[in-house]
């Protein structure tokens, strides 16, 4: 038991700062490369987005510093206060908050811009944490199931109403987190099975894929023990496709045009490369015209002359691509792989349950960030407008990965301090 | 708890696997995948071509015949194209609303990023009111570019006219793409290659909204375009004009060559047409009109009308006579108003008998070269048979560059023809013909077919004793103003030299004292000889052929008017006319001249229709 008394920095984990640090430099050169203006040459000039960027990644490690000064045990304490605060600035968002193409998630003043939604990740991984680390909580129980579905479940709704699909899927991530508590290996294994029903009643007729169903339940049933327990099971199991797959039909339907387009294309349903498809072919193309060693730095010109939508933030990771070619492409998803699993090593020697379980909500939200951001612009995922974590251009998500992370290493650098 | 940490297991897998599905993705798409650098250059590069100038051409003295003016494309780029006054858009480029809907539709239809032709060769009028209000339609621009012009507004059928390349030139010439221009006709079509010069290239970035973005690499791809080369025609534009003016209102043609060197000096056909009208905006109606007449004003005469070449033909077949032996200048041959041997047939006009070769040439004795050429085919102590005789003559004839093409250097030349052997025994049977069958040859009628070209180079072949250059429009190519090469070899027909003298003492006759008085010239020895072009369908053709002066000739000239009827009615006051326009620059009879440009000579054809109407 000692106290922490040699400053700060005593026992954060060095690896993961400068992992982020890299991430967050990197992230600027991009930006700087992506949208260039020879008239502001300079990577610091205020009136271009990468000096802004600049601006949010000092204040962010202010922010990160912030977060080390303050006690270790305040996070914990301050998770429940903090989430209801984040939750009512999303319903106050909704009244109060500027539209911006579409969705009403941003509150401005002036120039400046904050995004509750992107807060509300780490202030729910904080929450979850804290709920599911009492000591009378047992994630079999279904109580447990229920309060915690209701933690996750809140803000997505109140992310959905703003209209911002993106983020409001980040939440699922969270499943991971709730596996690795005790829920059952099914319910993981259900969510994979779910998405690929998902994806098979956009391209599937659905009384073809039901009458399907029906003859694999039945198939199954004849190779299992004839108990009406199992009976049971593989019946309900039958019905919630048979629900999923008529929900989906049913949303699918009364999608917005554009929508429904975007889902059609990923899907390879329609490839009409001039209009939604538009991105991931243009962004297909300056990743995969970059080589083994890129055209160099500034030398990108799918990025530069923007034929690649978005370039600075959603599709950053194009530039990368096209400049630093694979050679900078696989550095990037290393050192990010390397982030996660340090992240799950971290995670596992905590003594805190509290601090072990948010380390797994960093690590899924990561993880859930950089698949879909780098599998939307590699043709792997769909187009859902996230960003890629310490990297994308912007105030909000870049100060939320920050905090999120940062959040981590105060906890992890505190560890040796707390009692059990 | 030691079941649960083991899923950080699951979790670390997925992870791990997540990621090496994206590395082996993205090693494939980035460094196995090459057709992603393609689509990114086709994205961003722009080859921008440079159409070099089209060369000029000019009269033998240097009148320009063919420059290029500036023509003005608008040019849209669909996705640019905001919001605009349609109305006044309209209005300032005159099409109606309907049409800009319909042609933006086309140009999105092509591509909304590049751009496309919106509305060719606006005039200049049209040009200056859009410039002062472009900066209103954005997506808009105007590109320059050139169209073929013909201020002297003459020989149309010699120059040609130029149009775009179609699918079928594309396919076969990869020099060419979509859009380009090509000689379709005349000089144009003939001298492409020299005329076109070479494009250049021009390689540019451009951004996602086709704006450029500079050089490519600075430009170490870029090729610079080289202007075409400029032509010296051979022809007089005064001489072709006053020709075409002479012709006017009459159906023929006109050819004028100078023996010394082949060159033309003038082609008509007529009827004819402003080669103007094939340019620009108005061409494919203007030629759909053309195209769609009736007196065939697109039809080249000059080069693909076969005429029997009528009493002309006397002078070979006296030629051939004399080379064989068989005709002298002192032989004389009977005429009682016809050929007697055949009973009188073919006829002849009164005149005294017997005569000799020059005499015979002069009055046009049809009598006399049934004689000659019987002798000829007859000569059984030369050839075995009639199919022997008739070869050798054959030979003889088409030694003169007909029945067969000379190779001139405009297109759409047509052969003639000179009946073979094979084509008689078929029509007759074999050994079913002889000397007195095919008589009518002898007098340039029956299946002869010669070109009014093929007519003026034998009218060479004569004025040169024994030879001719191939006819050509083009005297000089590019800087050195040299022609091509083959168009300075003499070609020798089969008649040694001396025999030509009788045949032109008999043709300055024909002019001096005989049936082409009209085409005599104070001071200028005329050679000539009329012919009547036996046609089956109407009034006879009025031909005739002539040569100036005797001595060092300069001018060889044929000139044939459809339903002229006898030689001496038309086409003698028009070659002579020829001749005087273009020896002296001045003309010496100005009532005949008068007659000339005046007169009216209906087709048939047209006759029979106003008939009817
Ligand atoms: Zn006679």
New binding site residues.
Partial sequence: MRKSQQGIFKNIDWLMVIIYLLLVTMGWINIYASVFNEDHYLITDLTQKYGKQMIWIGTSLLLALIILVIDGNFYAAVSWPLWILVLLSLIAVLFFGTEVSGSKSWFRFGEFGIQPAEFAKFATAMVLAKYLSQLNIKMTEVKTKIISSIIIALPIGLILLENETGVALVFFAFILVLYREGLSGNFLLLGVVAIVLFILALLINKTILIIALAIISAILFLFMRKTSQNFILLFSLFVLSSAIIYSVDYAYNHLQSHQKKRIDVFLGKESDIKKAGYNVNQSLIAIGSGGLTGKGFLNGTQTKYDFVPEQSTDFIFCTVGEEWGFAGTAVVIILFLILLLRILFIAERQRSSFSRIYAYGVASILFFHLSVNVGMTIGLAPVIGIPLPFFSYGGSSLWSFTILLFILIKLDAYRLEILR | MNTLSGRKLVIGGIFVAVCAIYLLRLFFIQVMDDSYKLSANNNVLRYMTEYPARGLVYDRYGTLLVYNEVAYDLMVTPRQVKVIDTLDFCKTIGIKKEQFIKKMKQAKAYSSYKESAFEKQLSKETYAALQEKLYKFKGFFVQTRTLRKYPQEIAAHTLGYVGEVNDKIIAANSYYKLGDYIGISGIEKSYEEELRGKKGLKIQMVDVFNRPKGRFKDGIYDTLAVSGQNLVSSLSAKLQKYGEQLLQNKTGAIVAIDPSNGEILASISGPSYNPNLLVGRERTKNYGKLFLDKSLPLFNRALMAYYPPGSTFKLINGLIGEQEQVTFRETRYP?A??YPVMGGKPK??P?P?PMDLPG?VS?S????FCYVFRSIIDNRKKYANVVEGYNAWRNYVLSFGIGKKIHTDLPQELPGNVPTQAYYDKYFGKNGWKSSTIVSLSIGQGELGVTPLQMANIICSIANKGFYYTPHIVKGIGPKKEPRPEYKIRHYTKIAPEYFEPIIDGMQGAVDHGTSTAARLKDIVVCGKTGTAQNPHGKDHSVFIAFAPRENPKIAVAVLVENGGWGATWAVPIGGLMIEKYLRDSISKPDMEKRMLEGIVLSTEKKKAKETE
């Fill in positions: 005429c108003r016809g002849c006009h005149h008998s015979a009055t004795c049809n009598s006399y």
